[in-house]
């Protein structure tokens, strides 16, 4: 490990413009020292051409190409060989404020019990052209990782710097392929759980209408049993963190795996909902109203069959709305 050293860990798939402006941010940041390692996912098209001229153009950048295995995968190659103190991981269609190393290093130094720094992150979206200052949770003080991440990730990839101790505490990147980056959150938190933060707004997460691997995950068998291995696992995060686990955000993280339960059971994902509805009826509390809608559920799916009750719920969900 490099002593002040920035890492960042760009996966890349298909998207070779994009890497090219992600990549000048990092190269514009106003910190030294830095390196850069590019990831290549097993693009099909020119992405590794244009990753192998950047490479070349610049001595701190690094470049791997890997078979097809996802964003996780990808990033823990990356991790692998990373060198820094610090570790950023930027997604390929998003960018970084030129000063985002140097004051989130400096707030890092200065808090040493904290294993991220995070600050503040907006958000463009192609269609319709919006931005946002501050998404979701950003704009907020929060001085830990869980409990408040069990509500869902709060912030973007982008978003924070890791201590690298923080990352190798957490280990591996799982293969999921949707929701791994929350996980890994909610896992760093078991032994890096507080936090400082940066009041100004120094990362761009960019929504647009090219192929991402979050979308679909709610009709996508694929990418429905990754989401509910990733919720099972969460769950055994929270379980395992030192905190009251009687808060809002674990009965959130509960009330959402019953309705990812319902989801899976409607693709024919019987095992995954099966499992989803049992951890949220084991730790809900008994006097919630999601208990009674689990047992309703669970003697409706025995009587009529998982995948009837799942397109049921799901018939009645598009009702309500």
């Not at 244009?50 to 001595?59: G, P, R, S």
């Not at 674990?250 to 309705?259: N, R, S, Y």
Request: aromatic share 6%; with cysteine.
């Amino acid at each position: 490990m490099i002593e002040d050293l920035v890492s960042t860990i760009i996966p890349v798939y298909n998207r070779p413009e994009m890497l090219v402006s992600a990549v000048e941010t990092v190269i514009q940041q106003d910190y030294r020292p830095i390196e850069i390692i590019i990831v290549d996912d097993g693009s099909s098209d020119n992405t590794l051409d244009v990753a192998h001229k950047l490479a070349k153009q610049y001595d701190f950048i690094q470049l791997r190409n890997i078979e097809n295995s996802g964003a996780g995968s990808a990033r823990e190659h990356g991790r692998q060989i990373a060198n820094g103190e610090f570790i950023q991981y930027l997604d390929s269609d998003d960018l970084l404020d030129a000063s985002k190393f140097s004051l989130q290093v400096k707030a890092l130094k200065a808090t040493p019990e904290a294993g991220a720094c995070y600050c503040k992150t907006r958000v463009e979206i192609t269609h319709p052209a919006e931005q946002i200052e501050a998404w979701k949770r950003t704009g907020e003080k929060i001085d830990s990782i869980l409990p408040a991440m069990l509500a869902g990730r709060w912030w973007g990839t982008s978003t924070p710097l890791y201590r690298r101790i923080a990352c190798d505490a957490a280990g591996p990147w799982t293969a999921l392929i949707n929701e791994e980056d929350w996980e890994y959150d909610c896992r760093i938190a078991l032994t890096h759980n507080q936090l400082c933060r940066v009041n100004q707004t120094l990362s761009t997460e960019r929504h647009h209408d090219a192929p991402r691997l979050s979308n679909n995950g709610s009709s996508d068998p694929a990418k429905l049993a990754s989401r509910a291995q990733a919720h099972l696992t969460i769950v055994e995060h929270a379980l395992n963190a030192e905190f009251d686990h009687r808060t809002p955000e674990f009965e959130h993280l509960l009330v959402a795996c019953f309705l990812l339960a319902r989801q899976c059971a409607e693709v024919g994902l019987v095992e995954q909902s099966k499992s989803l509805i049992s951890v949220a009826q084991k730790h809900l509390n008994e006097a919630s109203k999601q208990q009674t809608q689990i047992r309703i559920f669970r003697v409706c799916a025995k009587l009529f069959g998982w995948k009837t009750m799942g397109k049921l719920s799901a018939m009645i969900d598009r009702l309500r709305q």
